[in-house]
């Protein structure tokens, strides 16, 4: 059984940092992008960073991160994090860790219905 859990959720003040990770457990699953999205209440989930498990690890970033926000893998590919800095107020949210399958060829990094396997949110709150 695939299972992603994130962490590293938190309180900070604006112009701060944080770092969410995404640890991914189940036999012999890589997915092939996994990315981070977040949602606010009454909004629609947002797509804000996706990495690729190939060799060149390729990124994508919602707009409204990019500059900010970074996206990685460790080696072993198990694990995702992403680096938040300068954040603001708007960045508020619960953050959700997402895996694609494994064999999926994925055209829209960024978008949900890319994505099969979801962690439970990590709350992220920037105050001002």
């Known amino acids: 059984q695939v299972q992603l859990v994130e962490s590293g959720g938190g309180s900070v003040r604006a112009g701060g940092s944080l770092r969410l990770s995404c640890d991914v457990s189940g036999y012999n699953y890589i997915p092939k992008y996994r990315a981070w999205f977040r949602q606010t209440p009454g909004k629609e989930r947002e797509g804000i960073a996706a990495i690729g498990s190939g060799a060149s690890s390729s990124t994508s970033y919602a707009d409204s991160v990019k500059g900010r926000f970074t996206i990685s893998q460790d080696n072993a590919k198990r694990t995702v994090y992403l680096q938040m800095n300068s954040l603001k107020p708007e960045d508020t949210a619960v953050y959700y860790c997402?895996?694609?399958?494994?064999?999926?060829?994925?055209?829209?990094?960024?978008?949900?219905?890319?994505?099969?396997?979801w962690g439970q949110g990590t709350q992220v709150i920037v105050s001002s």
């Open positions: 997402a895996g694609s399958p494994p064999l999926s060829y994925v055209v829209r990094p960024l978008a949900p219905s890319e994505y099969q396997y």
